[in-house]
Each structure stands twice: as structure tokens, then as C-alpha cells.
């Protein structure tokens, strides 16, 4: 009886490894991406006021809107959508601001932005809104002036 290779063995041992890594990667992937990213929408209302959309199915919040009463935009903004799922140097413009930081590694992830001097971020547990938090409602209009929040109201 013959005894087996050397090359018998590592080509057996790369096959299994081959196989758990793809296991393993596939798993991880599917964490990081499964609940989908923050979706925005830069618009205005229809008296010109600048307005954020905010969206996250997963998270089950749907039209939270930011609405910024004091500013003025000198067009009016066509719907912007930007969807946050994949990683940019930051910061880089939108169209009231900056986005400041954008973590995208397990979405939602979080997202900063800087919009007319207010510091909004998105997270999946809280919305903060120039350093104090609020929970996720949907369906809710924000009135955002400042150093703070205005009003918080459920849309009509």
C-alpha cells in the first residue's frame, strides 16, 4: 500500500479552507448589508422651505422630515435622493451642506451631517439633532431652528 502525498494533504486542507472561508464570508456579508442603508431626500416644501426626508424600511422609519423654517434656499431643490451605502471620503457636499462622517461598514451605519449649521446624524437606535437625541418616529414633520428643535409633529 502506497502511503498518500504531500500533495494529497494541502490540496485537502485548501479545500476545506476554501470552503469555511466562503461560508464565513458569506455570513458576514449578509450582516453587514442586510437592513439596507439610510436613504435621504434633499427637497423643500412648497413654500421653499428646505426640507430632509428620512428613511430606513428596516429600521421600519418612513418620512421623518427635517424641516430647516429659518433658511432659504436661492433654488428650489429638485428631490435629491442619496442613498448611504457606500463609503466616501469625507467631508463632501449635499445640497444644504456637508456630509461630515459616514460609517457604512454594518448598515444602516451611521451618517453626520451639517445642514445650515446643524449637526444631524442618523443612527439606528436615535436621530440627533445638534447633540441631543430623539427617537425615531415615523410619519413625524421636525422643525429644525437655532440651536435646536422647534416642533416635533405627526404629518398631516
Known sequence: M????????FALAFLI???IYTIFYTGIEHRRTFRGPWRVVFTNTAAGVP???VSQPKLG???LMLDFPNEKLPLIVSNSLMVC???REVPFPVPFG????MDTTFLPGTVTFNLFSHEIELLPRVLIINRKEYSWKSETNISVSGVGVMSIQPKN
Open 85 to 87: 451605502d457606500t463609503p
Open 98 to 101: 456637508q456630509c461630515i462622517f
Open 17 to 19: 479552507a476554501v470552503v
Open 51 to 53: 426640507r430632509l426626508v
Open 61 to 63: 422609519i418612513t418620512n
Open 2 to 9: 502506497k502511503p498518500a502525498g504531500p500533495l494529497k494533504h
